[in-house]
């Protein structure tokens, strides 16, 4: 089970922070039939036994052995065709009618006002809705008045990847992530902002994007002795290194789990944290620490 600091349970009670979903949340759903989300490796492994010529097939798998994701997504689109690439990830993250988890209902409970999602899927920010009587406003990268919601009191879920409403301004491939900085710069300096103000809590998210990458790194280099960010991540006794290089260059502090079961000790985490931040909020309420 992962301790939870109290540091950052102060700040959840508080709203000071900002839950970053990434797949190992979604993971935890499945629809009629017992099936999970695809993890992003078997999308693309799914995605290249689509490609009808076997040269091609094959250097979309040699990319995703060699841990080169965003090439062999950039890669999967070219030699599909883009139509062909929408309409599998239709599939997927619709077509597939995936449902909700007790993550989704205790993530919620959290009650974070900012949530910022990588998911294509609307998993969360549906239940949310559902919970939280539709209060809960959602925003896209791309979105004009984005900044608009992170004064706001209002419940907000930003999603930084895009939603499958608009498969055709998702962030999947690696020239999709040149596009979006180049057309979006304004958003990442949004995420700069809190990054200095609010604490990240980084849950099911694999920190393969080069720009969330890139953004923590430059905030570790600039603020040197700020608080860390927080990143709940599978156990795996070959990364010990690794986590530690996620600690010194991104001052990510490494909350770890058992990932066994489709990431079920993450959801019994959450299930915990929920109890911890009630607790300090009725703290908050009675010596009126806000």
Partial sequence: MIDWPEDLVA???????????????SRNAQNEHGVHPKE?????????SRITDAAQ??????????GDLLTACELARKYLTPSTFKTEMLQEFVGNA???AKIHDDLSRVDSRLVMTSNFDKLYENRANQLQHNTVIVKSY??????????RQDRVVIKVHGTIDV??????TRSQYAIARRDYGHFYQLLRGLFVTHTFVFLGASMRDPDMQLLLEDHAYRFEGARPHYMAMPWDPAKTGILRVLEET???KAL????????????DSVAELVDKVERAREKLADTAGW
């Fill in 40 to 48: 992003w490796s078997q999308y693309l492994g799914h995605l290249a």
């Fill in 57 to 66: 097939a094959a250097e979309v798998r040699q990319c995703i052995k060699d």
């Fill in 142 to 151: 791309y979105d004009k008045d984005v900044a608009d919601v992170f004064r």
């Fill in 256 to 267: 770890v789990y058992d990932p066994a079961n489709n990431h079920q000790e993450l959801a």
């Fill in 98 to 100: 995936y449902r909700h």
């Fill in 167 to 172: 498969p055709d301004s998702t962030i999947f």
């Fill in 11 to 25: 700040d959840i009670a508080a709203r000071r922070s900002v839950l970053f979903l990434g797949a190992g949340v």
């Fill in 250 to 252: 991104m001052n990510l």
